[in-house]
Structure formats: C-alpha cells, structure tokens
C-alpha cells in the first residue's frame, strides 16, 4: 500500500512539475503530444492519473507528518484544473468555455469538501480564523484582505469595462444537412442512391468490399497495403482509379487539403475557417460518400442557407473538374485516410 | 534541351567564378588543416540496410510520389503548379545542411539526432514557405528514416551517399560553437558585413529579396528569389525555430546548393557569421516590445488575430508613418493565399501578408497598408480591360506541362500588369446577424454586396460595388471624390499604401453601396493584393478571410466611476460579515 502511494505521490511530483514547465513556457505544451480526434478522452485520462497522483501525494504527506490542510488542498486542486486548462490544452479553449469547465469543477470542490460535517469545518477553519483575528499573524491577513480585496475587485471590474476588440465567438455549421438530390454539369444525382463509379472490383462492378480491403493502414503513417500501389503500372480498376484521384488532389486540392489530407496546405493559415482535415474522424469518416460528391461540388458557395456562415472559400468543383474528376478524388480521399465512406443505411 | 544546358553550364560558370572571385579578394579565415573556420573532417555515414530501403519505398508510393515523382525528378503530378517545384532528388542535391558548399548532406538511417542528420530534420520540419510539410507526428520517426534510405539510395542516382572516392563530408561543428549575443554592436557590425560581403545585392538594401528580382535561377534553370529576412517563418533551414540565429549562421555557412546562395565559410570569421546572423535575425518582424512574434504551431506561421482595430485621432489623420499616432497604433498580420476558388487560379501568390494599421476620426478612417512585393509593377500602357471588369482573360496554369511550361517557368516571362491592393468591407453589415457575412470573394447579389476600394500601382483609387463572385463591379457614384490616398510609396522591396475614406452617414452616403462603419462595431473586412509581375489581374490575386475592422471606442466616463462603486460596495460589505462574526461570537445574533 505504501509503495502504491509512493509511486502516486511520484506519478503526482512528476505531473507537476510538467505542468509548471508548460505554464512557465519551458515545456511546450505539445512536448505530450494531444492525439488528434482523441484530445477529449485523453485529457480525461490525463486528469484522472493527476487525481491518482495527488492521493498518492497526500497521502505519503500525511504519512510523513506535513500533511496539506483540507483548505489548501481544495484551493490547489481547483486552481490545479484551470492551469490545466490554460496551458495544457492544445489548441487552446476559449476562455468562456473554460469559465464553464472552472465553474463545474468549483462545484465538485465544493462537493468534496463538504462530504461531511466534520470534512466541512476543517474546511472553513481557516477562513474563520482570519475573521476572529486571534493571533497577530491572522491579524495582518485580515487587514491585507480588508484593502486588498476592494482594490482587486475594482480593478477587475475596470479591466472588464474597458472596451475590448476581441475576437468574436463564431459558431459555424460543420456538417449541414445535405439535400435529397444534386446537379452536376447538367446530370441530377439522388444523394441516397447514388454511387461512385470507380468504386468497382476487378469485374467492373460496384464493390465496397473490395475496395476496402486495398485502402491504407490505419496506424502511424496509414501506409498503403504492401501488394496494393497505386503506382504499379500493371493495375486496373480500383487502384489505377486512386492514382488518378490523386494526381488530381496534388494539382487542384493540396493547396489547402495539405500533402497529407489533414487540412494543413500550403495557403491553409490564411483561411477562416480552416479547410478540412480528413484524417480526422470527424470529417469524412462520418459522410456518405454522396454527400463528399455534394460538398465538393457546389463548394462554399453551394452551402444552404443553414450553412452559415458562408466564409468557406471552398471551390464549387464543377467549374474545375469534371463529374468523373470528382469520383476519383472523392475516391483517393477514403484511399489516402484509410477511411470506408459511409453508407445511408 | 541544349539551351537548358548551356544556360546552367554557363551559370555554374560562372557561380563557380563569383566564388572563387570573392574568396581571393577577401582574406580567408582557413583553419590549420585547411579547412574553413568552424568545419571538421567527418566520415560518410554507412549505407541503411536493404529492409530499410524496402520499407522506405512503401512510405514514397504513399506519401511522397505525388509530388516528387516516381523517379524522384521532383516531376510529379503536384509539380508544376508548385514554385518552388518539389526536389529533384536524382543530382543529389540539396539545400539545407551542416556539410560544405557543394557537398551531400549529413544523413544515417541509424542516428535520427537533431544537428547530425540533415535530410531527416528536413523531413521532420518540412520547408516552410514551399509546399513540404513537417512529417513528424504524420510518419513515426522509423519511417522517416525508411524513406530517406530508399530516397538516398534509389533516388539520388548521379551520386553515391557511400562512394569515398567521390564524396567528402566537411561538417559544420554547430553544436560547438556558442552563439554570439545579439548586442547592439553585434548588429551594427552584422549591418555592415552584410554590405561589405555583397549579401545586399541579392537580398536588397532592407533585406526583402528584392536586390536581384529577375536573373537569379537555380541549377534547373528555374527563376528563383532570395529571402526575405523580415519572414524568418518562410526560412527554407527555420527548422520550426525561426528566430533561433543558429539557422541563419549554418545556412550563411554551408551555403545553399543548387542555388546562387553561397558558402560564406572561407572569407568570414565564425565571429562575424554570428554578427551577420544577429543582424539578419533581428530584422525578422517583430512585435512592438520587440518580441518575437507568437508562431502558430498548427502552421508555423504567425498566429492569426481577425480583428484590426482602428484607434480615434482627433483632427486630421497625419500622413506621416512616423507620426506618434501610426507609431502606437496596433498592427495586424493579415495572412494572404491564393485566390483558388474560381478561375482563373492563382496557386502561387507572391504576396503572402500584408501588415495593417488604422486610425479614424469624426469623418473618416484611413488604412496603412504594408506589404513586401520584390518587384515594384506598373503595366506599360493602357490595360486591355476596364477597371470594372472582372471577367478577364487571364489563362490559368494547365495542371501538366512539363518543365518548361510549368509555373516555375513562367516566374518573370509574364505580362507584368499593375501591383495593386483592394480593402473589400460589407454594405450593410448591420442587416447580417454575426456570423453571417456576404458569400465569399465578391459579395451575395444585389441586396447584399461588397464595397470595394481598390489602388493600383498606376495611381488610380476607384470605388466599387461587388454583388457576386462572377458579376463585373459597378461603379459607384461620386464615391471616388470623397476618398483619398494619403500615401503610396514602394522602397525596397516594400508598399506602403494609405487610404482614406469617409466612415460614412446617411445623409451625404448611400446606404445602399456603402459601408457605414460604427464605432465598437465589428465590420467584415477582407483583403485583396495583385503582383503585377506574378501575372495577377482580375480574379488572379492573393486573398484573405474575413477580418474585422473594430474601432476602438473612446472610453466611456462609467469605465472610471462603477469600479470605485463597486470598491466602495465591497468595504461596505466587509464591515457587515465582520461585525456579524463577531456578534455571533459574542453570543448576539443581529
């Protein structure tokens, strides 16, 4: 048991020490690297072995007779989380939302702290104890917080009534609804039913299977399949279909899609907002591809009107490529991320 | 064909002759065993094993193929929309090293170390300002050093990575030599180094690329531009690291291969390399503390902030950009890309940021505009299209052309047009609950346009109304009178353009055509720019998102009086808890 708390209190030493490098700017916050798609499951795990840490480390305080006063420890777990926040999270949360997530947690301090009665007076003993003033150490604090808190209180009123030119919050519309049909260089698809038609096995026929069976590996690098390169002269059908999507990606869409689909392209930073990143899980994975065939299409300013709010500089497609242009990169985009599209049932 | 060789034959000629030209005229600072300061003999690194190679050309068939090419003649699909084109791997050359001028790079399979293994950190950070990217955390670091192996090996066919009869390795000892710090005189001799040893020529009196725009080519004969030393971020060596002098110093010292950027090793000093890197590191832009600017790790440029805020004046806005009032005024990087959204496309913007800043009075507000433009563009003679139209004939690069039809070709063989710059703001920006803005590029349609006030290098400040991304603008009257151009200047590799317009009213404006701007209100801005010498008219040209133009309200009198109230509020409050504890105390209850 002790050992087990030691290696907490270790686990706990260690995950400080992280997260004051990161807060003093000497650790980048990237040195643990956030797995994109990930990020929220793993913060959790994060904050889980911090909690795991800290009961290790008070406990092995406690053991060595400096044990942290109930006060104290509720104050530095919740001043803890929002450091978190701030300097762990990458890319960072906009401050309302962490205001929301520091309230939550300010609660749940607050839960913990007054478990039980007795917890609960442990808990408020010291602020009573500056409120009686009985010894002179007490004495000096009260009067410090008699000066100090009107002065805080009235500067951080006037830091917020300073006008501001802060970004505004923009909410946007990832994925809107797509319509029942679309027209496409005078030819009408039915998103439900339509397919893509290089989407075929080596007989000619419409095959999902297969073609999932020669996409990239998931895992570091999502490399294609040994015995399945597109670049083998010898292929035909699916694959030799992939080549040809692709050369059409690094001549119309790297630009912004980027060299690795992830949305990170060459004039990407000047975009708002940012173009799609496909290896995410949430972008094509999540889609039909009919719906891929729509969006990129009509491009941003196909989107409906719920679409808002417009600012996309996605090509409408149709005045660049044509209909099969568009299947084939369709095509290599679940080729190159090693994603199966979607399908309507 | 032959033109091609002659030309490169003529130009290595004659690279080969500068060299030696400088290194003799200048005293030479060699070491004891004749080598340059600061360089070390090494030993070519031993060849990767086959199963490397073998796992290598599987990541090149997924990741690299598409741009490079299946013979790594950097001739890929991707190729010829790029400029810079991708590498040609086949002559083994490459840029960014710790090795002498002319030699093969630092790499082993083996020993994937920062500062020991050239071609992986290159594969690592990527190139920033091409279209390379950082594969790190995309290829773990054992494929990284895969490709390489089969790159190295495969690819680079006109040299041997092993072959010690051929090749040398002069390695420079980087991690040896402490950096000098950035002292003021450090700078001040760096300035005039960089005179004395001719890097002005090139580089331009102010270091923007701008001294030789036109003549310099690489060894395939492509136009190629010196750097720009105020975008340290677009430094092909930052390594992620732009303002680290450390870059600057290895590739001042190693030169660049294949390119008409030399090796400065054999007729400097290791002292003055740090002076000149110092020097050239201190011109990259800064904030105005004089910080570095925060780079975005998701691209390695500048972080991005949407809103230009425009400060009051009061009186007349002064013209001068050094007037204590631009001076304080806060400055806004406004990224810049292609415009590749409608024809014709413009997959190489020269023009990448434009800095912004604002001033406004009671009538109107002004907008400086800064950007770096290598070449100062005016069209000769009267353009073939009214100002208006924006459906010009302007040809877009075909996908595949080959070498010589690629855009790398085309760089300085187009017609130049005028440079120009456009500031795009919404009509009736009121009438779109935020977020909602105008459809991108030239406004939605007639109840919902764009108001465009556009320069060109020729002089002419002219107003329009866009109402679609197709539409031809349509002028608008009377508008022109009552704007100005308070400046427009080109120096050295660099536009300062300031315009002023009328903030608008209804009463002497048009609520229909123009925008009204309101204090603390927040205006969709967008940004256009035109390279007269990139080919860019028309829908041709560099674009930004929308921004927003915020200006500053003055500050209102209860900013100063509610947080005294509230101070007050407090005590009161204080003095209630506290008698109340001790009452309670004393066993009274209130």
């Known amino acids: 048991m002790k050992a087990l708390m030691s290696l907490g209190a270790l686990i706990g030493v260690a995950g400080l020490l992280l997260l004051g490098g990161m807060v003093l700017d000497v650790v980048p916050s990237t040195y643990i690297r956030l797995v994109e798609g990930y990020m929220p499951i793993q913060m959790l795990l994060e904050v889980a072995c911090y909690v795991i840490g800290f009961t290790g480390l008070s406990y092995t305080l406690n053991a060595m007779g400096m044990a942290i006063p109930r006060f104290w420890q509720g104050i530095g777990f919740w001043v803890f989380f929002l450091l978190y926040l701030k300097y762990r999270m990458y890319p960072p949360i906009p401050f309302s939302v962490r205001a929301m997530y520091g309230t939550v947690s300010l609660v749940a301090v607050f839960m913990w702290v007054s478990a039980s009665e007795e917890d609960w007076q442990k808990f408020k003993q010291p602020i009573m104890n500056v409120l009686d003033a009985q010894t002179g150490g007490n004495r000096i604090l009260r009067y410090l917080y008699l000066v100090l808190l009107p002065i805080l209180i009235g500067g951080f009123s006037f830091n917020a009534m300073m006008p501001k030119s802060e970004e505004p919050i923009e909410l946007r519309t990832v994925h809107p609804a797509p319509p029942a049909s679309t027209k496409v260089h005078g030819k009408t698809y039915t998103l439900q039913t339509s397919q893509n038609p290089y989407r075929v096995n080596p007989e000619g026929k419409y095959d999902q299977e297969f073609s999932n069976a020669n996409i990239v590996e998931q895992g570091m690098g999502r490399l294609m399949k040994p015995n399945a390169n597109p670049w083998d002269d010898k292929n035909q059908g699916y694959l030799k279909y992939v080549r040809e999507g692709g050369e059409i990606f690094f001549q119309n869409c790297h630009f912004c899609h980027g060299d690795n689909l992830n949305g990170r392209g060459l004039h990407a930073f000047a975009f708002n907002p940012i173009p799609a990143n496909f290896t995410d899980p949430g972008t094509i994975a999540q889609l039909q591809e009919t719906f891929i065939f729509w969006r990129v299409s009509k491009g941003g300013i196909g989107l409906p009107n719920e679409g808002f709010p417009w600012a996309s500089v996605m090509p409408p497609w149709e005045q660049h490529l044509t209909v099969d242009e568009i299947w084939k990169v369709v095509l290599f985009e679940y080729w190159h991320t090693g994603y199966y599209p979607r399908t309507w049932d | ?590």
């Open chain 2, 1 to 590: 064909m032959m033109d091609s060789i002659t030309q490169k034959a003529g130009l290595i000629a004659a690279t080969a002759f500068g060299v030696v030209l400088v290194s003799s005229a200048v005293y030479t600072s060699v070491s004891a065993q004749g080598l340059p300061e600061g360089f070390k003999k090494g030993d070519l690194s031993p060849a990767p094993s086959a199963e490397m190679i073998e796992a290598g050309k599987r990541v090149y068939f997924t990741k690299c193929v598409w741009c490079h090419g299946v013979d790594g003649a950097g001739d890929g699909p991707g190729a010829d929309r790029l400029w810079p084109r991708p590498r040609n791997f086949n002559q083994g050359t490459f840029k960014i090293r710790h090795t002498a001028s002319g030699e093969l790079p630092l790499f082993d399979a083996k020993k994937p170390i920062a500062g020991q293994n050239d071609l992986f950190e290159t594969v690592t950070h990527g190139l920033p300002g091409s279209a390379m990217p950082p594969w790190e955390g995309i290829l773990s670091e054992e494929q990284r050093l895969q490709v390489l192996s089969f790159v190295t090996t495969e690819l680079v066919k006109d040299r041997k990575f092993t072959d010690k009869q051929s090749e040398t390795q002069t390695i420079l000892q980087l991690a040896e030599l402490k950096p000098k710090p950035a002292t003021d005189e450090s700078k001040k001799r760096g300035a005039e180094l960089i005179v004395e040893k001719k890097c002005v020529e090139c580089h331009g009196m102010e270091g923007r690329g701008d001294g030789n725009a036109f003549n310099l080519k690489d060894d395939w004969g492509f136009s190629i531009q010196p750097a720009n030393w105020h975008k340290c971020w677009n430094f092909r060596g930052s390594r992620q690291d732009p303002y680290n002098v450390a870059n600057i110093f290895r590739t001042f010292s190693t030169g660049v291969n294949g390119t008409p950027m030399p090796s400065f090793a054999d007729n400097t000093s290791v002292d003055e390399r740090w002076d000149i890197a110092n020097f050239v590191s201190s011109l990259c832009e800064r904030d105005t503390l004089g910080n570095p600017l925060p780079i975005d790790p998701l691209t390695d440029k500048p972080k991005i902030n949407f809103v230009i805020p425009s400060d009051l004046f009061e009186g007349e806005i002064p013209a001068e950009i050094e007037h204590e009032a631009w001076q304080k005024a806060p400055k806004r990087l406004v990224a810049m890309g292609g415009q590749i959204t409608h024809k014709p496309r413009n997959f190489v913007n020269r023009i990448d940021d434009i800095w912004v800043r604002s001033l406004y009075n009671d009538k109107y507000i002004v907008y400086l505009l800064e950007w770096d433009d290598r070449t100062k563009s005016i069209a000769e003679g009267k353009l073939p299209w009214a100002p208006t139209q924006v459906n010009i004939d302007i040809k877009e690069q075909d996908p595949k052309t080959g070498e010589e039809g690629s855009i790398a070709a085309n760089q300085n063989n187009y017609a130049v047009y005028n440079d120009a710059i456009a500031i795009e703001t919404a009509v009736k920006w009121k009438e779109l609950p935020a977020p909602i803005k105008p459809r991108y590029l030239f406004g939605t349609n007639d109840q919902y346009p764009m108001d465009i006030v556009k320069w060109e290098a020729d002089g002419s400040l002219r107003a329009f109304k866009g109402t679609g991304w197709d539409k031809d603008f349509e002028e608008r009257d009377n508008y022109e009178e009552a704007m100005k151009l308070v400046k427009s200047e080109w120096k050295n590799g660099r536009w300062y353009v300031m315009i002023q317009r009328p903030v608008g009213n209804k009463k002497d404006q048009d609520y229909d055509e123009d925008t009204f701007f309101e204090v603390g209100q927040y205006i969709p801005t967008v940004f256009f720019a035109w390279d007269g010498h990139n080919g860019d008219a028309g829908r041709k040209m560099a674009v930004s998102a929308f921004y927003y133009t915020f200006m500053n309200p003055p500050v209102p009198q209860e900013t100063y009086i509610y947080p005294v109230v509230i101070a007050v509020g407090v005590v009161l409050l204080e003095g209630w808890v506290l008698t109340r504890r001790a009452n309670r105390k004393k066993g009274k209850t209130l």
